[in-house]
C-alpha cells in the first residue's frame, strides 16, 4: 500500500498537501472531469515518482509525494492539449521523466535561496512541448481545439452563474478542471487536509475573481476559473505553507493572489503568439519572487 | 521635508544619482514633457516607496530612494502606453507595490555576485502589464497609438536634426521623453549632481547615435533617441559608478554602450512581435553581463 | 606556434576537445562546407580569444581554447544567417567581443553550481543579432534566405537516403553544415581527440534520428541532421565529459540526447514566430538541467 499512498500524495502536493486521503479525493474529483485526466494524470504521477525513485533521489521527498505532482500536471495538461491516445501517452511518459531530472535540478539552484521549484518543472516540460507538438506529425494528430471561452462568448458583463461557477472553478483549474461540480470536489479535498487551506483557497479564489472584473476580463473566461486558479496557488502558498502567518502575511498574500491574476493575461497573450498556454506559470513566478523577498522585509517571516 | 527628498532622490536614482536637487530637476524635466509623466511618475514613485516602508525595508536605502525609482519609470512608461486616465493610475499603484517586491526578491537574488536589480524590476512589471493589458477592457480602453517614429517617416537617411535631436533624446528617453529640451534638462539635472556622470551620459548618447547609425538604423528612431538611451544608462553605470574608473573601465564602458545600442532593435523586435516594448531592458542585460564578469578580467575592477 | 594552436584548440572545443589537431580538422571541415565558413569561423575565435586575452581573463583558460569556441559558432551562424560581406564581418567581430564577456559573466553565476556556460554565450548573442537584423539596413542588405529543408519537401516517409545523411548531417549541425561529408569529417576529427567521444556523438546522432522518426518529424529536417546536432552535444557532454562514466551514467546521457531531441521543435518554432534560430539552445538547456540535477541523484556523479 505504500507506493499507492506515495501516488496519492504525489497528486495532492499540486496543492502542497502531503495527504493520501487529499490525493484520493482529488483523482476522483480528476476522473469526475473525465477518464483521461484520472489515467493521465495517473501515468504521468507514476512515471516522474519512479524515474526519482530509479536515480536515487531522497526517499524520504518520495514517500511526501514531492516527487510526483509535477509528473500529474503533465498528464493532465497534455492530455487536454493533444488528446486522449497512445502517443500522448508516450509523450507523457518521456514529460515525467524529463520533471523529474528538472525538479532536481531547480532544487539544486533555488536552495542557496530556500526556495521550492514549485510546478516550475511541468510548466517548462509542458510549455516546450505543446510550442514544439504542431512539428510531431505523430504528437500532433489527433489534438483537439482548445480555443479560450471568451472565443465564443465575448464580453464583460458578468452574470451570477459566472460567479459562482468562476468561484469553484478557480480551484478545479489548478488542475485544468472547468467544471464547477469538479471544483467543489478539489475543495473538499483540501478542507480534509486544513481547513485553514480550503479558506486560503476559497478566499483567494475570490480575489482572483474580483482583481479580473476589476480588469475587466471577458465574463466567459473568469466563469471558468481562468483568472481563479494562480491566484488559489499563490494563496495557500504564501497563507502559512512557506510564509509563517501573520496580519502582514495574510495581507501579503492576498496582495501575491491579486498579482498572479494581474499577471494571468500577460503570459497568456504572450503564449498565445507562439502557441502555448498559461498553465501555471504566473503562480510560480509570483510566488518565487514574493518569497525571495521576505529576508529584506522586516514585517515578514518564512515559515519554517 | 524628508518624505520629499526622498521621492525626489527616488526619482534621481532612475540614472543612479542620490540627490534630490537631481531628482527635483528631473521632475521638472518630466513636467515640461507633459503634466501626466510628471503626476504618474510621481504616483509611481511613492507607490513604491510606501511599500517598501511599510512592509519594513531597509531604512538607508528608502531614504537614498533605491525604493522609488522603479515606481518612476512604471508611472512615466504606463501612463504613456495605457493613457492618463483612473484605471491607469489605479495600474500604476498596484505596478508601483509590485515593484517594490521584486526589488527585494532581486536583491536577494544578486547578492552573492554583488550586482545590483536596476530598473528590471521596472522592465518586468510594465512588460508583462503591457502584455496584458489588450485583455483588460477597463485598462486598454483609453490606449493611445504609440507608432514607432520610423513609421511615418522610413530611410536611414540622417538629417543634422536627427543628430542632435538624437543626442539629447538619448538622455531623455531614459524616462522615455521624446524632445529634446526635456533631454538637455535632464542632462543639467545629471550635471548638478557630478560632472563626470554627465560627461559619460553625453559621451554614451553619442556613441549610440554612432553605432545605430553604422548598423544602419531608420533615421527617425535615433532622432527620437530610441538608440540612445539604454546606451546613456550602460554608460554612466560603467563609468565610474559600479566599475572602478581606470582607462582600461572607460574602454569596458564604452564597449558596454555600443553593445546596448546593438542589442536594441532585437529585444524591440522581439516584444513588437508579441506586443511589448524594449524598455530598458538592453540596459538590463548589458550591464548585469558586463559587471558580471568583471572578477575573471584581471584588467577590470568593480567600484567598491 | 602557440596562438595557432590557441585559436584550433577554440574551434575544437565546440565539441569540447582540448585538443588542436582536432581543431584543424574541424576547420578542414567548415572550408570543405564552404569558404565563408572556415573564414568567418576563424574570424571569430580570434576576436574572442583577443577579447578575453586583453581584458585579463585566465591564460590557463584562453590556451585550453576555453575562450574561442562561442567566437567560433557566432562566425559561421552569423555568416549562415547574414551573408558573407564586410558588414557581416564587423558584426562578427563585435558579436566576438560579446560573447567573450559573456562567457566570463556566465562562469562567474554559473560558479556556485559547478557548471559550465556551454555554448550559451554563442546561442544568446547570434539569437539578439538574428532578431535585431531586419532593423538594421547595413546589416541585413545581403541576407540569405534560409528557409528549412522541409518547407520545400514536406512529409514525413523517410527515405535510405534520409536516414544515413541524417547521422552524418546530426554531427556537421554543431557547426551548422549541412552537407554528409563534413559531418563525416567533424567525425574523424572527434576520433582523433577521443574514441569515446567519436562513439558518443555517434550514438546520439541516432537517438536523435529515432526520437525525431517517433515523434513524427519531416523527412527532409531530419535527414538535414536538425533533429541530431543538440543531441550529439548532449551525448558528448553528459559521457564521461562532464558526468562520469557508469551505466546509469550511460543511460542518462541516453535520456538528455532524446531530451535535447524533442526540446528542438519547441525552441524553433518559437523563435520561428520571432525570427530567430534553433542554434544550440536545446543542448545547452537541456545539460545544463541534467548536470544541475545530479548532487540529488545518488546514482550519478559529475565528471572532476
Chains 1, 2, 3 share one sequence.
Not at 15 to 32: E, R, S, V
Not at 273 to 278: D, P, Q
Amino acid at each position: 500500500m505504500r507506493p499507492v499512498r506515495t501516488i496519492l500524495r504525489g497528486i495532492a502536493q499540486v496543492d502542497f498537501q502531503p495527504n493520501h486521503w487529499t490525493g484520493l479525493i482529488f483523482l476522483i474529483a480528476l476522473f469526475a472531469g473525465g477518464w483521461q485526466y484520472g489515467v493521465f494524470g495517473l501515468l504521468g504521477t507514476v512515471a516522474a515518482t519512479l524515474t526519482a525513485s530509479l536515480l536515487g533521489a531522497d526517499r524520504h521527498g518520495i514517500v511526501l509525494g514531492l516527487e510526483g505532482f509535477c509528473g500529474t500536471l503533465v498528464g493532465v495538461a497534455l492530455v487536454l492539449y493533444l488528446g486522449a491516445g497512445w502517443m500522448t501517452a508516450v509523450v507523457v511518459v518521456g514529460a515525467g521523466v524529463a520533471t523529474s531530472v528538472l525538479t532536481s535540478a531547480l532544487t539544486v539552484v533555488l536552495k542557496p535561496y530556500g526556495i521550492p521549484g514549485f510546478t516550475a518543472p511541468f510548466c517548462m516540460v509542458t510549455t516546450v512541448m505543446v510550442l514544439g507538438a504542431p512539428s510531431y506529425d505523430r504528437v500532433w494528430a489527433g489534438h483537439p481545439d482548445t480555443p479560450a471561452p471568451s472565443a465564443s462568448r465575448p464580453g464583460t458583463t458578468m452574470t451570477w452563474t459566472d460567479v459562482w461557477h468562476g468561484f469553484f472553478n478557480g480551484v478545479g483549474q489548478v488542475f485544468f478542471q472547468n467544471k464547477w461540480y469538479v471544483g467543489l470536489i478539489f475543495l473538499i479535498g483540501l478542507a480534509v487536509s486544513s481547513r485553514l487551506v480550503a479558506a486560503a483557497a476559497a478566499a483567494a479564489s475570490l480575489i482572483g475573481l474580483l482583481v479580473a472584473w476589476g480588469l475587466g476580463v471577458a465574463a466567459a473566461d473568469i466563469g471558468a476559473g481562468l483568472y481563479g486558479y494562480n491566484a488559489v496557488l499563490t494563496g495557500i502558498a504564501l497563507t502559512g505553507t512557506f510564509l509563517a502567518l501573520s496580519p502582514a502575511g495574510v495581507v501579503f498574500a492576498a496582495i501575491g493572489a491579486a498579482t498572479a491574476t494581474a499577471l494571468t493575461a500577460g503570459i497568456g497573450n504572450l503564449f498565445t503568439v507562439v502557441g502555448g498556454h498559461t498553465l501555471t506559470w504566473p503562480f510560480v513566478l509570483v510566488t518565487w519572487v514574493f518569497l525571495a523577498s521576505v529576508p529584506l522585509f522586516s514585517k515578514l517571516l518564512r515559515a519554517t
